[in-house]
Nanobody, 125 residues
Framework: QLQLVESGGSLVQPGGSLRLSCAAS????????VTWFRQAPGKERERVSC????????IYPDSVEGRFTISRDNDKNTVYLHMNSMKPEDTAVYYC??????????????????WGQGTQVTVSS
């Protein structure tokens, strides 16, 4: 089976940290760029971060720059999203998506071949 599975979402207090995982089954994730998205209630889905097959990464929104980062562990066939100094505004369902043979992440016209099911992140006291 070809699938992506996100995990690691939970309830966390403001100022806390969380690491999300995006694990591939049935294909080699090192051959794909991986993008993290999130969707909060009542808001449209937005890109959070992306890492290309060449290792270059992008942090998209100013609201998470300096707090979030993305990394890849090819031995584990997994991409991570590291979230620090979390805020209630970070509450959302987080998704990962894979793009075949994208050496760098593109700002537009980027296709997503596989999507995960999402993992819930809630930041609250």
């Amino acid at each position: 089976q070809l699938q992506l599975v996100e995990s690691g979402g939970s309830l966390v207090q403001p100022g806390g940290s969380l690491r999300l995982s995006c694990a591939a089954s049935g294909f080699t994730l090192a051959r794909y760029a991986v993008t993290w998205f999130r969707q909060a209630p009542g808001k449209e889905r937005e890109r959070v971060s992306c890492i290309g097959t060449g290792g270059a990464l992008i942090i998209y929104p100013d609201s998470v720059e300096g707090r979030f980062t993305i990394s890849r562990d090819n031995d584990k066939n997994t991409v991570y999203l590291h979230m620090n100094s979390m805020k209630p505004e970070d509450t959302a369902v987080y998704y990962c998506a894979a793009t075949f043979l994208a050496y760098v992440c593109m700002s537009h016209s980027m296709k997503y071949d596989y999507w995960g099911q999402g993992t819930q992140v809630t930041v609250s006291s």
